[in-house]
């Protein structure tokens, strides 16, 4: 079985548009919101008129870059504010471990799930999936280290294989490497998370051949006539939830 969920939706309108047509058109099955993104609210609306996709909430400390304006949801969190007084950027993730406070975090990740409605410490992780017990989420773990502490300390379900972003994917051999994947999939539970987007050289988006590359591949023929011919069952995250749901509950 394969997860196929398309990250990043809500953080421009090239990334909504192209999230929303992997789906319905492409493999792609589930997708995650970014409630801190510039273009939450048109993703919102997409999502509505679309009530058949599902997606989960994209939980987030940081900003993509320094050219992003990114800031929190809530308000009293300076432990997770830079010098400028918006999130920190992805490449300062290890300044903002270092200081993040993590009643903080809580206060954060509340209103984020609360407006729709990772990891790299123990804490946050921990305090992650506590908050999805009460909202009755799953949890996307995707180091190996985390789903190995979800398994033998929660006794919760998470993918069974390495995680793939396809940010580690090389651009130019990508459609070559997709297939590769999709035919060698090992047995269990495998997790892409992919990031298209119909942006091109002129948007200024950073990033922008990772994610058309990403698109065109989801959205091709040649991806459902590997899926299908492989007879890969590709699947979102709601048999996951249901088991947290029922897990916590008890």
């Avoid at 999130?87 to 209103?111: I, K, M, S, Y």
């Avoid at 793939?164 to 999939?185: E, N, Q």
Wanted: glycine share 8%; with cysteine.
């Amino acid at each position: 079985m394969l997860i196929v969920n398309c990250d990043d939706l809500g953080m421009n309108e090239d990334i909504d548009v192209a999230v929303v047509e992997s789906i319905e058109v492409g493999i792609a099955r589930s997708c995650s919101l970014m409630a801190v993104g510039p273009s939450a609210r048109h993703a919102v609306d997409l999502l509505r008129r679309h009530p058949g996709i599902t997606f989960g909430i994209h939980l987030t400390l940081v900003r993509d870059s320094v050219a992003d304006q990114w800031g929190p949801l809530a308000e009293g969190v300076p432990s997770l504010l830079d010098d400028t007084g918006r999130l920190f950027t992805a490449d300062e993730r290890a300044t903002l471990l270092a200081r993040a406070r993590l009643d903080e975090v809580e206060v954060e990740f509340r209103a984020q799930i609360d407006a729709v409605a990772d990891g790299g410490r123990d804490d946050i992780l921990e305090l992650t999936g506590t908050l999805a017990a009460g909202y009755g989420l799953a949890v996307r773990v995707w180091l190996d280290e985390g789903r190995r502490r979800m398994r033998r300390r929660r006794g919760l379900p998470v993918t069974d294989n390495p995680f793939l972003d396809s940010f580690s994917v090389d651009v130019d051999t990508k459609p070559a490497r997709y297939a590769r994947l999709l035919r060698d999939l090992p047995p269990g539970l495998s997790e892409w998370a992919v990031h298209p987007s119909v942006a091109d050289h002129r948007s200024g988006h950073g990033g922008w051949q990772v994610r058309r590359s990403d698109y065109e591949f989801l959205i091709s023929p040649r991806a459902r006539e590997l899926v299908d011919g492989e007879q890969i069952t590709v699947i979102d995250y709601r048999p996951l939830q249901e088991v947290w749901a029922s897990s916590t509950s008890r």
